[in-house]
């Protein structure tokens, strides 16, 4: 039900987009965005045509969806962080623009570490415990949620100031300190658990139940 | 990982679609999991081998 909704919601989401960007006389982004839903969901589209409902979205669908969602997310972290620096370094604002700096190093940073998850978590995963997988899970979704936050707070900030005149502070110092922090926290953590997974060679003997081991 | 799911179907003339809705997944998860291209959870081989009237380990063989 959560997928089905979520598919409908980027159905809506992407709707409007177009709709928005034909206005906007951007017709090559329309058709581009069009094809790529189109291709997307071609799937549930042609299955929604045939039998007039969406086709099951089981476990296979949903470990693909996953994967595609990280790799957007790579995507979208590398290339903010990439526009951020152009962004930097073109208008020559390295003096009074230090949060551009930060937010920059921590969006690279963390395309790094999901990079990281993506190609190493097979290898992490049996190397950690039970509870120092669940803190790097934790850890990985900080960082996201803070992420998403951070970008979130910059845009409604720049919304709010510009619908009230005023400099708007709440969403300001959730966009550049809050958002940052828990970013870093999150990347630093993960990270430690990644290197910790990685750099071990077998799960440590003390997993196993005691009964095993006296056993044995 | 090698499956015997074809010649299941084939014996209760089980098309893959047919089977897919029996199942509750996509006719695309069949065909990978009857290729050998897709691990199954646990529960979704538990699944094909009820609506198989098979045992897990009848359909699904590993090769070490």
């Known amino acids: 039900m959560k ?13 409007v987009l177009i709709v928005l960007l034909v206005s906007l006389q951007e017709y090559y982004v329309a058709i581009a965005l069009a094809v790529g839903i189109f291709i997307i969901g071609r799937r549930e589209l042609w299955h929604l045509i045939r039998k007039r409902r969406l086709p099951p979205f089981d476990e296979r669908v949903r470990q693909n969806m996953v994967k595609s969602a990280r790799n957007g997310f ?10 951020m620096l152009f962004v930097t370094i073109n208008l020559n604002y390295i003096a009074n623009l230090k949060a551009v ?16 998850s993506y190609i190493f978590y097979d290898r992490v995963e049996p190397k950690l415990r039970e509870g120092e997988l669940r803190r790097l899970k934790t ?3 900080v960082a996201a949620i803070a992420t998403g936050a951070g970008v979130s707070s910059f845009i ?47 799960l ?10 006296i056993q044995a | 990982m090698k499956t015997r799911i074809r010649e299941y179907r084939a014996k209760y003339n089980l098309t893959q679609e047919k089977l897919a809705e029996l199942v ?25 081998a009820k609506a198989l009237h098979a045992a897990i380990d009848e359909l699904f063989i590993f090769d070490d």
């Open chain 1, 74 to 83: 790579i995507f979208f972290a590398v290339a903010s962080a990439l526009l």
């Open chain 1, 139 to 141: 850890f990985l979704q």
């Open chain 1, 204 to 213: 440590p003997e003390i997993d196993q139940p005691d009964d095993e081991r």
């Open chain 1, 3 to 15: 997928m089905k909704r979520a598919l409908l919601a980027v159905g809506i989401i992407a709707l």
């Open chain 1, 101 to 116: 700096h930060v937010m920059s190093g921590l969006f690279l940073a963390g395309g790094l570490v999901y990079l990281l």
């Open chain 1, 156 to 202: 409604l900030h720049n919304i709010v100031s510009g619908l009230v005149g005023v400099e708007e502070p709440v969403f300001f110092l959730i966009g550049v300190l809050l958002a940052p922090a828990a970013m870093g926290v999150g990347l630093v953590g993960s990270l430690v658990f990644f290197i910790k997974g990685l750099s071990r060679k077998q």
């Open chain 2, 24 to 48: 509750g997944v996509r006719r695309e998860t069949i065909l990978f999991l009857e290729q050998g291209k897709y691990n199954p959870s646990l529960r979704l081989a538990h699944n094909v």
